[in-house]
């Protein structure tokens, strides 16, 4: 069954911790994105890697950071630069890296902090 | 840079009541897309809009893509409680290849 796995479901972070957020993918998509929702809110754009070995900023990137070193797997980690993680983080993945490819989500991780 | 505005932010509907959601952009769209995002889970894909004027539908669900490209409303026709969740528009820019999501809007049907 091809989808989007993330792990773990829940995460707990203490001050100053580095925490990574994994993301896998067997659909054979070549873009992956990791997103930030708050409670009430829209998605936001964290990275987002349009092909292996290569990632971009996207609009809330401090405090974070990424690597794409395989097709199959984009891991977030949460850095202790970020003052508020707490946050639902969703993994996200298409096709190609254009904007008229649907995305398709994983079940998100919900980090807190202790 | 390009911003979206999704409105209304919540909305309370009797079962068997219609249902509409607004998306405006500030600037023409190459396309956009519609997700559904139930309590604790996932945005999941819905429909994609790219022609002026286009209007889709999905059984009790109407989708339209504004003459201009700059806005989008979804439409649920006598809703159902299965219909509660929250729907996002995202807007895709032919400059960024990226896609922009809006704030959403909560849907709560009472039965």
């Known amino acids: 069954d091809g989808g989007i796995t993330q792990s773990p479901k829940y995460l707990f972070r203490k001050e100053g911790q580095n925490v990574t957020l994994s993301c896998e993918q067997n659909?054979?998509?070549?873009?992956m994105y990791w997103y930030r929702q708050d409670p009430g809110q829209g998605l936001r754009l964290i990275y987002y890697?349009?092909?292996?070995?290569?990632?971009q900023k996207g609009d809330i990137a401090e405090g974070y950071s990424v690597s794409r070193e395989k097709k199959e797997s984009f891991p977030l980690t949460v850095t202790s630069a970020q003052k508020n993680p707490t946050a639902f983080y969703l993994c996200a993945s298409s096709i190609t890296g254009v904007s008229n490819q649907p995305q398709h989500f994983g079940d998100g991780t919900r980090l807190s902090i202790l | 840079g390009q911003q979206v505005m999704q409105i209304p932010q919540y909305q309370h509907v009797q079962e068997g009541e219609d249902f509409t959601t607004y998306c405006n952009s500030s600037?023409?769209?190459?396309?956009i897309q519609w997700y559904k995002q139930r309590p604790g889970g996932h945005p999941v894909f819905l429909i994609q809009?790219?022609?002026?004027?286009e209007v889709k539908k999905q059984k009790r669900l109407t989708f339209q893509f504004g003459e201009a490209k700059k806005n989008s409303s979804l439409h649920i026709t006598a809703t159902q409680t299965t219909d509660v969740g929250t729907y996002f528009c995202a807007l895709g820019s032919s400059n960024t290849g990226k896609l922009i999501f809006g704030q959403g809007t909560t849907l709560q049907v009472k039965p």
């Open positions: 659909l054979n998509h070549d873009a």
């Open positions: 809009l790219v022609k002026s004027g």
């Open positions: 600037t023409t769209l190459s396309n």
């Open positions: 890697s349009q092909i292996v070995n290569d990632f």
